[in-house]
């Protein structure tokens, strides 16, 4: 006579319904942290090759949930010179990237631009050239770097960030389903 015993199999069924009831929890977890921390590590990845603040770099990036992942949303709008330098005595220092060179803007000034632009706060402007010699007080340009898009778009960034965000999600899915 054979005797089974059904108790160790019932408690892996058990198992499996409750793995199984944690699957959406999980997931919705997994996502959450993924969108927390993916505009963190794009954000080192610009910082390392751009001279650029986080703050301003923060500004530029959102990160939104979608139904199956995160999507890594990023600002075309052209950031002033003015975030990547500083005024000197001999006109404005301006290094856009880490490793390249630095560049003194002699024409340069700073301004407030009026109207609905205040809100901006004061700008890297440079007097335009009216024939063949700059002007003497308008018109005026705004001198601007790249977006955040541009830099995040740079190289083979998007790949890395990509790479990334499967392995956290791989890691963080698995940490998730043993708690």
């Known amino acids: 006579m054979?005797?089974?015993?059904?108790?160790?199999?019932?408690a892996a069924a058990?198992?499996?319904?409750a793995v199984a009831d944690r699957l959406p929890q999980a997931r919705a977890r997994?996502?959450?942290t993924l969108a927390r921390r993916l505009p963190v590590e794009a954000r080192r990845s610009i910082q390392s090759e751009y001279n650029i603040t986080a703050a301003r770099l923060r500004a530029g990036l959102i990160?939104?949930?979608i139904s199956d992942g995160v999507e890594l949303q990023a600002s075309r709008r052209p950031i002033g010179l003015?975030?990547?330098?500083?005024p000197t005595a001999g006109g404005f220092r301006v290094q856009v990237l880490k490793d390249g060179p630095a560049e003194v803007l002699r024409h340069a000034f700073l301004q407030t631009p009026g109207g609905a632009a205040s809100r901006t706060g004061a700008q890297l402007f440079e007097r335009a050239l009216v024939a063949g010699k700059r002007a003497a007080r308008y018109p005026i340009r705004r001198l601007h770097g790249p977006s955040v898009a541009d830099m995040l778009a740079r190289g083979d960034?998007?790949?890395q960030l990509a790479e990334h965000a499967q392995s956290l999600m791989r890691a963080e899915f698995a940490r998730q389903l043993r708690y």
Do not use: Q, V
């Open 2 to 10: 054979a005797r089974f015993l059904t108790s160790s199999i019932l």
């Open 14 to 17: 058990r198992d499996l319904r």
């Open 30 to 32: 997994t996502i959450g």
């Open 63 to 65: 990160a939104r949930r």
């Open 82 to 86: 003015r975030n990547f330098g500083r």
């Open 157 to 159: 960034r998007p790949e």
